[in-house]
């Protein structure tokens, strides 16, 4: 296996017991945990360099702009793109609202759809429906086959001149499945409809370069892939960011302004309104430095090895389904699996007794649960820090599981 | 007993896998619905109430083993008590659960004498993230209760 475990000693937080045992964090598709050199960036910046940014001529004002800028040349050379592509936002989140309102208000009419699949986060869910309500469009679902990877068959059914949007994810965080990014991508531009990638679960596990994925627009967020929480990035391509207006006025992002109306400063700072996430955006730019160092090649080796393993290990406990597809090829490391009538809350506080984080729930993509017909899973999510033995833990505690609910 | 085992006691277990009263009310039931959206356990409620008296109950839900254990030892206790008993019961087990202050309504030394099944659930304490759980079917009768005196 890929050894990285030399890397655990960088990250703090792997130190700390809970509940009398060592913490297994198993949840990095909720966030991941932060090494030092990101946490060390982020205290530099509010201990030496602390200033606002693109304003004020003195010292420090220009220091903390190198900085911030500095890191968006970083988050956009990590992608293959160019610096004035990438705009900084609140996270993934964010940046699909800003798609769908600066994007979306301005270009959607009644009757337009907007493709997504069923597998979707609900932060490439309700944003559409929001955008809907005003302009009346519509979304129409591409299903899922039966290893839960997207269904394209039916794309012919749905693809038709209305679509005007088609969004979907790089990687389900509930099954872990590859989004179809070529076909989808393709469908789009062959109706003139805009693509738009949530990479949320992509970015942070696999190389990725716009170049190559063909898509309009691609939204992530730092604190998946190392960073801190409070920014991410939206990656359009330029004729789509101009094409966009924003979605936040105020500072920052203004050319003039007069009394009843204003220019736009150039892309991407026009949607940057007000003080930006600066000590965060930095921390960002040393995430990706951190992830660049290790190797996304190396990375995405690792969990497809962990990913291989963890699946293996499961299908030895009776009663246990493992929800997503099991070719490690079609899929990343998320891991969703129910074991019999055992709750996946019960099995989460369960696990956490012996100080192994999963996540269980819904995972906000409630119209997945709801077509897999189940409440909810649990799930085990890997980065680059995990190691197979903390998947032996997992699977001993399952057993635990199993015991305490009487199952034989 | 250590803390999963008493949480994850036998008769919470029986509860989980039998819940007393499923279903549905025929006709005009008082209805409410709890959920809890950051979890998705959800816990449905029909109630009879005639002279101020539940009459007959049914549940449905949807959760873990705490807050559907927790909804059926709430229907083992409703049918035939007042609204104004049920209120009484509701604090109290509030109490008991450490969501409301009090002096605490249980008697150690007859373990299952004041609140019967539901005393099972104190071991719910020690997990407070699971405390919002088995409150669930209790904050649905209380607004169930509240649409009595509308």
Known sequence: MTDLRALRSDFPILDREINGHPLIYLDSAATTQKPDSVLDAMDEYYRLYNANVHRGAHTLATEATELYEGSRSKVARFIGAEPDQLVFTRGTTTAINYIAYGWGLNHLKEGDKILVTIMEHHANLVPWQLISRYTGAELVYLELNDDLTVDTSTLDQVLTDDVAIVAFSGMSNVTGALGPIDVLAEAARSVGAISVLDGAQLVPHTPVDVADLGVDFLAFSAHKMLGPTGIGALWGKPERLEEMEPTEGGGEMINTVERNESTWAPVPHKFEAGTPPIAEAIGFGAAVDYLDAVGMDTIAAHEREITAYTLDRLSEIPDLTIYGPRDVTLRGSAVSFELGDVHPHDIATILDQDGIAVRAGHHCARPLMKYLKIPATARASFYLYNVPEEVDALVESLYKARKLFGLT | ?150
């Open chain 2, 1 to 150: 007993m250590t803390g999963l085992d008493e949480l994850y006691r036998e008769v919470i277990l029986d509860h989980y896998r039998n819940p007393r009263r499923q279903g549905k009310l025929q006709g005009d039931p008082i209805h409410a619905e709890g959920s809890n959206p950051s979890c998705g356990d959800e816990f449905f409620l029909d109630l009879f109430v005639e002279d101020n008296v539940v009459t007959d109950a049914a549940m449905r839900g949807l959760g873990c083993s705490i807050s559907q254990a927790s909804g059926s030892m709430m229907m083992d206790m409703i049918v035939g008590k007042s609204v104004e008993e049920l209120r009484e019961l509701i604090q109290k087990f509030k109490v008991m659960m450490s969501i409301s202050e009090g002096d605490s309504p249980i008697d150690e030394d007859r373990p299952g004498s004041v609140l019967g099944d539901l005393e099972a659930l104190q071991g719910v304490r020690k997990f407070p993230v699971r405390i919002k759980c088995a409150d669930l079917a209790w904050a649905t009768l209380s607004e169930a209760l509240d649409q009595t005196t509308s």
